[in-house]
């Protein structure tokens, strides 16, 4: 019904920056809290930042400062900008919605399938 495509990932150097993008797509009737997570090796996954619709945010205390998530409405799109990258940055990172659903006006959360970030010299 509702996909997320993330794209951006890849391997950085430290100090580096990189910007993740997450479309949504389907049968979307709105969006509501859009997000980002991460998974490093052999830990739990962690929230990164989430933005609400009316474009209000909140980050985890690892990315404040360094990383800015967005997002574009008319896109049904999230992005993450990243900058001063740290190797222990590494993860996988993954998008999250609440999306309603327009045929049903059910409230799903979605995820991604996940992009590798790798910050490593």
């Known amino acids: 019904q509702v996909q997320l495509v993330e794209s951006g990932g890849g391997l950085v150097q430290p100090g580096g920056s990189l910007r993740l993008s997450c479309a949504a797509s389907?049968?979307?009737?709105?969006?509501?809290?859009m997000g980002w997570y991460r998974q490093a090796p052999g830990k739990q996954r962690e929230l990164v930042a989430h933005?609400?619709?009316?474009?209000?945010?909140n980050y985890a205390d690892s990315a404040e400062g360094r990383f800015t998530i967005s997002r574009d409405n008319d896109k049904n799109t999230v992005y993450l900008q990243m900058n001063s990258l740290k190797p222990e940055d590494t993860a996988v990172y993954y998008c999250?919605?609440?999306?309603?659903?327009?045929?049903?006006?059910?409230?799903?959360?979605?995820w991604g399938q996940g992009t590798l970030i790798t910050v490593s010299s």
């Open positions: 999250d919605a609440q999306v309603m659903v327009k045929t049903s006006f059910y409230q799903l959360e979605v």
């Open positions: 389907g049968d979307i009737f709105k969006i509501f809290l």
């Open positions: 933005i609400l619709r009316d474009g209000s945010t």
